[in-house]
């Protein structure tokens, strides 16, 4: 975990670097976007089950972002934003159970390049870090009926990648398009009514996050 953090820590002081040495007087620009997060998932096969794995569903949020604009080309943006994912099995002996439900919230930073941040038309693209919170698990009928008593799953840290662009509206006002690619990804304790792991299993749910909305620079 420490060597991790210090990768990202690393991470996110090359991003960062271009923007120190440009920084100016700068703008914001606020947004407000419905998303579509659509898990790119995959999991390892729970021990015993001839190879049942998790499947993460979709989800449609709103969200609210802010991006502060050191010039005209660099911005540095942070989500705000919560989902919610059923959870189900597929293939093996366990294929087609309800696993439950698990909240996601995935604050995540990213430092952007723009083509013209005050412009008619601006589009741009970011890299970014993320950590990602679980919580709020459900247990499922079918799971319990299992003797399991609970999921406990590990946080999680990641990169992710940006594009998007704004349109200008009257005024201050812009139509946003954005999509976003984060990495995540958690390791599931399968824990029995006993106390006792059953397994471990480890999901990448890594998902799309298509946005459209709209914001307001100042």
Do not use: C
Request: charged letters at 15%; hydrophobic letters at 45%.
């Amino acid at each position: 975990m420490k060597a991790r953090t210090g990768f990202i820590a690393l991470v996110v002081a090359l991003l960062l670097s271009p923007v120190l040495v440009q920084a100016q007087e700068g703008h914001w620009i606020v947004r407000g976007r419905l998303l579509s997060v659509s898990p790119n998932d995959s999991s390892t096969a729970i021990a015993g089950t001839e190879g049942t794995k998790v499947t993460v569903g979709n989800d449609v949020i709103p969200e609210v972002d802010v991006t502060y604009m050191f010039n005209n080309k660099w911005g540095l943006e942070v989500i705000a934003g919560t989902s919610k994912h059923e959870l189900a099995t597929a293939g093996g002996a366990l294929g087609g159970a309800d696993a439950g439900s698990v909240r996601v919230l995935p604050p995540t930073l990213t430092l952007q390049f723009h083509s013209d941040s005050s412009g008619p038309l601006d589009v741009y693209g970011g890299l970014g870090v993320n950590y990602t919170l679980f919580y709020n698990y459900h247990l499922s009928d079918d799971l319990a009926g299992l003797g399991v008593r609970k999921l406990d799953f590990s946080h999680s840290f990641g990169l992710s990648g940006q594009l998007g662009m704004d349109i200008a509206l009257k005024g201050a006002w812009v139509f946003n398009l954005d999509v976003k690619y984060i990495k995540m990804s958690t390791d599931v304790d399968l824990v029995l009514g006993n106390g006792q792991v059953l397994d471990t299993v480890t999901v990448d749910v890594n998902p799309w996050v298509f946005g459209v909305g709209v914001g307001y620079r100042f």
